[in-house]
């Protein structure tokens, strides 16, 4: 440990508690790549040689699988609170995009250390937040683990949309469809699976209506599969009630046409936090590819169908056009096959 090193340490921070930020971005990280969680812990041999007693090294670990661009991250939340009652005396991380790679973290952080004289170390040196050099620095250093966050996502969103381009992007498969040994998208093998998805699209042919649809399938006490893709019966196929969610998702949905669709919707955030879901016009979609795989019905069905279905709504009035919606999402919801009906 260098001379300036020491210098920086003073006898007011080792009053302190030394607070060490463990965490990877992901659970298989966590799992896999355990080097360098060891190397994390590590950094607690380095506190104790700058005078900091075992006793007062405090390890947050409860982000671990966390993404550091999350927002939801309790252990980052703890650690700037303690900064911010100037309980800390030094911050041990093995680098910066360990604590944050979202740069408003990451500065309010440094102005807060600044603040309150708490020094910051990583595995190249150890920076006093207060001198204008040391923060640059830190600063530099933020903005490069930001910037490389935004580099490693475009170029997984351009692998995923080259291969969603060729219509190869494998999706999770709406009910009724399954992958075969080479990955390409075909019926379900399960015939009683492929005949009540069948069934749904005809009575929906002769009724008219997803109402219709659902009274057609109760009053002749019909049940609809639903297959379950978390928990311990992962893969399992449940019977139950058609719900009226259910009807629209598969009318709703091109690939009962035979077309793999992909970017149909956008998520942003809101200055609250919350993520909104815009629905798009088919013109911005991203990929739209005819005749990907086996279809239950024809296109021009399928745009009948949506057509018909804005009929409906228009005819029932703007009130009970907005009903339906909000009943099929308590029903999607509160439904115990909620889970099984994603993929539909």
């Known amino acids: 440990m260098n001379h300036d090193v020491h210098q920086k340490v003073k006898a007011s921070h080792l009053k302190r508690t030394a607070y060490l930020y463990v965490r990877q971005s992901s659970l298989r990280q966590v799992f896999e790549n355990t080097e360098s969680t060891q190397r994390q812990y590590g950094l607690r041999e380095q506190a104790v040689t700058l005078g900091w007693p075992l006793d007062r090294i405090i390890v947050i670990d409860s982000d671990l699988g966390l993404s550091g661009a999350s927002s939801d991250r309790e252990g980052f939340r703890r650690l700037v609170t303690e900064v911010s009652l100037a309980h800390v005396g030094i911050v041990l991380g093995l680098e910066v995009s360990r604590l944050a790679r979202n740069s408003t973290d990451w500065h309010r952080l440094l102005e807060i250390c600044a603040l309150t004289d708490t020094l910051i170390l990583d595995e190249d040196g150890i920076y006093d937040p207060s001198h204008f050099n040391d923060r640059l620095l830190l600063g530099l250093k933020g903005t490069m683990s930001e910037?490389?966050?935004?580099?490693?996502?475009?170029?997984?969103?351009?692998?995923?949309?080259?291969?969603?381009r060729r219509g190869e992007l494998m999706m999770r498969p709406p009910i009724g469809y399954a992958y075969d040994a080479n990955a390409r998208m075909v019926f379900d093998p399960d015939g009683q699976i492929q005949q009540a998805v069948r069934l749904v699209f005809e009575t929906f042919r002769r009724t008219g209506s997803a109402l219709g649809t659902v009274r057609a399938f109760r009053q002749e006490g019909?049940?609809?599969?639903?297959?379950?893709?978390?928990?311990?019966?992962?893969?399992?196929?449940?019977?139950?009630?058609?719900?009226?969610?259910?009807?629209?998702?598969?009318?709703?949905?091109?690939?009962?046409?035979?077309?793999?669709?992909?970017?149909?919707t956008r998520c942003r955030k809101t200055i609250d936090g919350e993520t909104l879901v815009q629905h798009l016009p088919r013109e911005q979609w991203h990929v739209f590819v005819a005749d990907a795989h086996p279809a239950y019905i024809s296109w021009d069905e399928h745009e009948h169908n949506q057509r018909r279905l804005r009929e409906n709504a228009h005819a029932q009035g703007s009130e009970?056009?907005?009903?339906?919606?909000?009943?099929?999402?308590?029903?999607?919801?509160?439904?115990?096959?909620?889970d099984a009906a994603v993929g539909a």
């Open 222 to 264: 019909l049940l609809f599969p639903r297959r379950l893709y978390s928990g311990t019966r992962k893969g399992d196929v449940l019977w139950g009630k058609l719900e009226h969610c259910h009807v629209l998702r598969l009318l709703h949905n091109p690939r009962y046409a035979g077309v793999f669709i992909y970017g149909r």
């Open 320 to 338: 009970r056009e907005k009903s339906p919606a909000r009943k099929a999402l308590r029903c999607c919801r509160v439904s115990s096959f909620a």
């Open 147 to 164: 910037a490389e966050l935004h580099i490693l996502r475009a170029r997984l969103q351009g692998g995923i949309l080259n291969k969603a």
